[in-house]
């Protein structure tokens, strides 16, 4: 009963039915992970996908230089991995780390293939999530290309605030965010540039940084 509550939570398997949840539950393992660990790697062989029940990840690429380039940060009901089950010849395109002690339904893709013949709201549900990370993903390309470091910085933290940020009762709202490299490696800057903006907003009044939650009062919308 305690999986099938966890799975009610999951926005892929929203307006499911017991049954149908049940058969997820089934066709599904359970897989934890503590923080810094390694999920799957670019270009391994992808054959199953990944629901995040409880923790947080981060996608990345690595350049040549060795750097990472991450593309995006995941948690609770978020799904990872999902692109490789649809195409089985095509590789991991990415590389995936845990950054909290992470909790993951994995389903294997000849089994989440089975689900969706059964389940059409299932399918009508990962298109909303591909829907939603395409638009994620211009809207991040927009910022790249028109907003200054400054600005991009202000960004991150609003589009944090939105997805998980806690209001507080005069209004501010608390963020949890990354270490200043990871913020820097997902906007395209420097771990001091990314430090310097931060002290910048805060000398403005516009937000207050206590280790690592920063206290958001007024980012202009950019």
Do not use: W
Request: with cysteine.
């Amino acid at each position: 009963m305690q999986d099938l509550e966890l799975l009610k939570k999951v926005p892929l398997f929203q307006n499911l039915s017991p049954r149908e949840l049940m058969a997820v539950k089934d066709s599904a393992n359970i897989l934890k992970l503590p923080k810094q660990n390694i999920l799957f790697c670019e270009g391994d062989k992808g054959d199953a996908l990944f629901l995040i029940l409880k923790g947080k990840v981060k996608a990345f690429l690595l350049a040549e230089d060795g750097r990472e380039v991450i593309l995006s940060f995941m948690g609770q009901g978020e799904i990872v991995g999902e692109m490789a089950i649809f195409d089985l010849e095509e590789r991991r395109s990415a590389t995936v780390e845990t950054i909290e002690d992470c909790e993951f339904l994995t389903i294997t893709g000849d089994k989440f293939i089975k689900v969706l013949e059964g389940n059409p709201q299932i399918s009508l549900n990962v298109l909303k999530t591909l829907s939603s990370r395409l638009r994620e993903t211009s809207s991040r390309i927009r910022s790249l290309i028109f907003l200054d470091t400054y600005s991009r910085v202000g960004r991150y933290l609003l589009d944090r605030a939105k997805t998980d940020g806690r209001e507080l009762a005069d209004g501010s709202v608390l963020v949890t965010r990354p270490t200043h490299e990871d913020i820097a490696n997902f906007i395209g800057t420097s771990r001091e540039t990314v430090s310097r903006s931060l002290k910048e907003l805060e000398s403005q009044g516009l937000l207050r940084n206590v280790g690592r939650k920063v206290i958001l009062y007024k980012i202009r919308k950019v």
